[in-house]
């Protein structure tokens, strides 16, 4: 049990184009997911906190603007990176949080998105 | 603003050596959990510690949470070739991680 699962696994896109990256959670339901980025040989840095229902919270320096995230249903989170630069390029790696596992977390297989 | 502080933050040894990471911080969380992660794949949760003084043992992995909730280490016994990874810890309240130990374990 608790599977995440991300679509796609990589992208490669023009600069200027959007991207939306998927998460879901395969055998439970998440009212929290977050997503991380990270970066060549570093460790996961959280952009933001997705909450079902309302607006996603992200932590500070995370353009908001710039990394859409959506969290309709209990099972699907995106993120969106909109206008997307070069320097975007990086490892997206969304997590669920299991309420009735003590909220432990479970990591998706993550997405590497290259920005041409 | 919460820090986490691993260490080392490389390690590169002989198969069958022993090795503690560390993961040392100021706050003070309710869990931290250990993950491993390979290379282009998200992270796998190892252990969660949520008890000040807790020590869990998972196979040839022993972790510990200090006793102020603030500190954590993992320690490897006999390391083999399969245990190289990238280690992290993870503290809450939110998920926040520390940097990462880089171990290459060499046959």
């Known amino acids: 049990g608790a599977v995440v699962s991300q679509h796609p696994s990589w992208v490669i896109c023009k600069s200027g184009t959007s991207v939306k990256i998927e998460c879901r959670s395969l055998?439970?339901?998440?009212?929290?997911m977050f997503w991380y980025r990270q970066f060549p040989k570093q460790s996961l840095m959280l952009m933001a906190t997705?909450?079902?229902?309302?607006?996603?919270?992200?932590e500070q320096g995370v353009e908001k603007d710039k990394f859409l995230i959506n969290h309709a249903s209990l099972t699907l989170s995106t993120l969106t990176v909109t206008s997307a630069h070069p320097e975007d390029s990086s490892f997206y790696i969304c997590?669920?949080?299991?309420?009735?596992?003590?909220?432990?977390?479970?990591f998706g297989p993550g997405t590497r998105l290259t920005v041409l | 603003t919460q820090l986490l502080e691993q260490s080392p933050q490389f390690l590169s040894i002989q198969e069958g050596e022993n090795l503690t990471v560390y993961c040392n911080s100021s706050?003070?969380?309710?869990?931290l959990q250990w993950y491993r992660q390979e290379p282009g794949e998200g992270p796998v949760l190892l252990v969660t510690?949520?008890?000040?003084?807790e020590v869990k043992k998972l196979k040839r992995l022993t972790f510990q949470f200090g006793d102020a909730r603030k500190d954590s280490s993992l320690h490897i016994t006999a390391a083999q070739p399969g245990d190289t990874g990238l280690y992290l810890c993870?503290?809450?309240?939110?998920?926040?991680f520390g940097a990462g130990t880089r171990l290459a374990v060499h046959p």
């Open positions: 997590s669920a949080r299991v309420v009735q596992k003590d909220n432990e977390q479970f």
């Open positions: 055998d439970f339901q998440a009212t929290t």
């Open positions: 997705s909450n079902e229902g309302s607006k996603a919270t992200y």
């Open positions: 706050s003070v969380f309710s869990s």
């Open positions: 510690v949520v008890t000040g003084g």
């Open positions: 993870g503290g809450y309240n939110k998920l926040i």
